[in-house]
């Protein structure tokens, strides 16, 4: 069993910054593929950033330059650094998990993890 728990989420003005944390607990070996998913008001599900099996790290398209991925194995917790926020950045950020060996940039593409955290909502305002 893998739970996963966001937080970090709230409302910024456009060029603002957010860091969201996802704690992540049950077992999860250091090496499961990690990311964030974000959920557009349109209803739209993204692959945001992602870490992959083998370290691996990539990054949609249009957040490149702005958001870093990170994860503290030590704290079992994995972060994204959000900067430079627009508005269409906005929607609930989603931590996931999965239990395969894919690279990074499946995941982004994908959006498919096995595990899930409830979500923290991002509101970015102009």
């Known amino acids: 069993q893998v739970e996963l728990v966001e937080s970090g989420g709230g409302s910024v003005q456009a060029g603002g910054s957010l860091r969201l944390s996802c704690v992540a607990s049950?077992?999860?070996?250091?090496?499961?593929?990690m990311g964030w998913v974000r959920q557009t008001p349109g209803g739209t599900r993204e692959g945001v950033a992602a870490?992959?099996?083998?370290?691996?790290?990539s990054y949609r398209d249009s957040v490149k330059g702005r958001f870093t991925i990170s994860k503290d194995n030590a704290k079992n917790t994995l972060y994204l650094e959000m900067n430079n926020l627009k508005p269409e950045d906005a929607g609930m950020y989603y931590c996931?998990?999965?239990?395969?060996?894919?690279?990074?940039?499946?995941?982004?593409?994908?959006?498919?993890?096995?595990?899930w955290g409830q979500g923290t909502r991002v509101n970015v305002s102009t």
């Open positions: 996931g998990a999965h239990n395969g060996r894919l690279k990074g940039a499946y995941y982004v593409a994908s959006a498919n993890f096995h595990y």
């Open positions: 049950g077992n999860i070996p250091s090496n499961y593929p």
């Open positions: 870490i992959g099996s083998d370290g691996s790290i």
